[in-house]
């Protein structure tokens, strides 16, 4: 278990001067034990093999305070007793301060449970208290064979959060059908922007739209960009790709979600066109599914989503207070059991279907 072997009273097999004595020459050795006159005797031992300082320590507080002082200390020898049922604790304690400098602990009666104890705590050896023979030769042999100190493991860096944009028509549109992807996405560390291109029409106090906008966005856990393209009249041409490849050249995506090809909504399909060309340069885009969908929409991934994820999503659309009351595809039995449906493609109770319209990712990561 030991480097070298448990030894009993007086029967150390090990070698020992000259091999075994010359790496105590000049080392300065802490000697803690519960009796003086031991402590004075394997001190005395240790002397006599080189040891140029050896302190001794007849009591943990004592043991304690040498081995927080500001001294330079080769190797320790510990009695167990000191530490009680905390041995392995009483170890770290000083690897912790002194982390190049072996520790011996010695036992009266060493048991599997203690060699245990020592073994977690990485004492060097585990050595008969009444043995000072024994143990000057253990202390050689921990100061020939040092053990080297563990190094911290250099900390990773954090890795990049994904980042992801969303790309809808109108206020609401990302929240139906991605609301529940947005939000376990944001809470696996995800960076995700929202893009709204157009504010709505319809009734209603357009700047107390546009807050309950960001506060649908930030309820899910993503920023929001909204733009100000005329409901309704969205075009798919140049005019509405520049405005996307504003938000993709900020977003930097790394994968976008957008309206269906597939869908009766001419802004839904217009911005599905546009963010096309806009986001050629990303290497996954998927399509969500809309109210507006048709039967033609066809998806092929499914995002898991918990309780928690269909609640956020439903939060987030009543944040649309001025919107959410007077629309069917609003109502929360069918949100609900729409996320229910799709669950039985994901092995989970709800999920959001998505439409991979490019996945070039080199690895599928999530
Ligand atoms: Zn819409």
Request: net charge negative; proline share 7%.
């Amino acid at each position: 278990m030991f480097p070298s072997s448990s030894r009993g009273s007086g029967d150390d097999q090990r070698p020992s001067a000259p091999d075994a004595g010359a790496p105590l020459a000049g080392a300065r050795l802490l000697v803690g034990d519960r009796d003086a006159a031991t402590a004075a005797a394997t001190a005395e031992a240790l002397r006599t093999r080189g040891a140029a300082h050896v302190r001794t320590a007849v009591s943990p507080r004592e043991f304690r305070a040498a081995e927080h002082a500001d001294q330079v200390w080769d190797l320790a020898v510990c009695d167990g007793a000191f530490a009680g049922d905390a041995l392995t604790e009483f170890l770290e304690e000083w690897h912790a301060h002194h982390p190049a400098a072996p520790v011996i602990v010695t036992e009266d009666r060493p048991s599997a449970a203690r060699a245990v104890a020592a073994l977690r705590g990485r004492a060097a050896d585990l050595v008969a208290r009444h043995d000072p023979d024994a143990l000057a030769g253990a202390a050689a042999h921990a100061l020939a064979h040092p053990r080297r100190a563990p190094q911290a493991a250099p900390a990773a860096p954090a890795p990049e959060p994904v980042r992801m944009l969303v790309v809808g028509a109108h206020p609401d549109d990302v929240e139906i059908a991605a609301g529940g992807t947005i939000h376990r996405r944001a809470g696996d560390g995800w960076d995700i922007t929202v893009l709204t291109l157009s504010p709505g029409g319809g009734g209603g106090d357009p700047v107390e739209r546009r807050r309950e906008a960001h506060r649908a966005a930030e309820s899910m856990g993503a920023r929001l960009v909204l733009e100000d393209l005329p409901d309704g009249s969205i075009r798919d041409d140049s005019s509405t790709v520049r405005v996307i490849e504003r938000t993709v050249a900020e977003a930097a995506p790394d994968l976008v979600l957008v309206h269906s090809d597939h869908d009766t909504h001419q802004d839904h399909r217009a911005v599905h066109r546009a963010t096309r060309v806009a986001c050629r340069q990303v290497p996954r885009v998927f399509c969500y599914q809309s109210p507006s969908a048709t039967v033609a929409y066809r998806p092929n991934r499914f995002v898991q989503l918990r309780e928690e994820d269909v609640d956020a999503k439903l939060s987030a659309i009543r944040a649309h207070g001025s919107q959410a009351s007077s629309r069917w595809y609003l109502e929360e039995d069918l949100l609900r059991s729409t996320a229910r449906y799709w669950g039985r493609y994901s092995r989970s109770r709800y999920a959001e279907p998505l439409e991979v319209l490019r996945d070039a990712a080199p690895v599928l990561t999530h």
